[in-house]
């Protein structure tokens, strides 16, 4: 029985019940690697181990234990079904946590207006007159990899999207990282949307000879007008960058911050528009 943890050893090993272990035993989620007939106690392996810290991270990540049955195939739990579904769970509320963040921060502006009267108006780096709530800052240039965004897409769905670049960026032998973002061009007077994440190879060189694909696309070095946002863009991007748009075709550039060093004061994502 060397090869195998009783458990309770299971039990203090991960700081679940024993309890809560039977409980996944009887629905069938993690059903134990061999069961003493003469005792009934249960017994798990090393490798099971792992599946129990899946189980406990969606747990927390709100999947109810109900529900957890639904990722049992052949005895077996789909352990990739799984953590997909908590990521976009994890994201979910992510958002929601931004989105309370920003409303405090607005709050604490707004005190801060009402207290000295005077509210504080970005500055801009070139000397442009920006619109109270643009500033600038100068970019360098970026590779992304995209994929296209439908129309019925949204901020909810944004994972599945993340996902499918990681996996074309390993098909293509290329390196992807945060932070992601989405790409809004208005031209001929039509908009399309494109998900994207930053292209990068380990020593900062250009991409490898003979990568070549539509999906890659350049967003140029230079100085950008900029706004923050709280949460993705859900509305009309042209509504939103008006003030500083300075042709009917246009692009914009919609890219997460809370990953980044700075995470712009609270706000967890950047409007970015090349300045003409």
Request: proline share 4%; net charge neutral.
């Amino acid at each position: 029985m060397n090869q195998y943890l009783s458990i309770g050893k299971v039990s203090k090993l991960k700081n679940v019940s024993i309890k809560s272990l039977r409980y996944y035993d009887k629905i069938g989620i993690l059903r134990p690697a061999f069961v003493n007939a003469e005792t009934n106690y249960r017994y798990y392996t090393e490798e099971q181990l792992y599946l129990l810290d899946a189980i406990t991270l969606c747990i927390k990540l709100g999947i109810p234990l109900k529900d957890l049955n639904r990722y049992v195939e052949n005895d077996s739990i789909n352990l990739q079904k799984l953590l997909y579904d908590g990521k976009i769970l994890a994201e979910e509320k992510i958002l929601e946590i931004h989105q309370c963040l920003e409303a405090l921060q607005e709050t604490l502006r707004q005190l801060s207006v009402s207290e000295s009267g005077i509210a504080k108006i970005p500055e801009s780096k070139s000397g442009l007159m920006l619109p109270d709530g643009f500033y600038q800052n100068t970019l360098e240039a970026r590779t992304i990899l995209t994929v296209p965004l439908e129309e019925i897409d949204t901020p909810k769905y944004y994972g599945q999207h993340i996902l499918k670049l990681f996996v074309t960026a390993q098909q293509m032998g290329i390196n992807v990282s945060y932070p992601s973002g989405v790409l809004h061009e208005y031209q001929n007077g039509r908009l399309t949307r494109h998900m994207f994440l930053l292209v990068h190879t380990e020593d900062g060189q250009p991409l490898p000879a003979g990568v070549q694909s539509d999906a890659i696309r350049l967003l140029p070095a230079g100085d950008y007008i900029c706004r923050k946002i709280s949460t993705h863009m859900s509305g009309s991007v042209r509504e939103e960058m008006k003030e500083v748009l300075k042709s009917d075709s246009f692009s914009v550039i919609e890219t997460d911050t809370s990953s980044a060093r700075n995470k712009k004061n609270g706000y967890p994502f950047e409007l970015q528009y090349l300045a003409q």
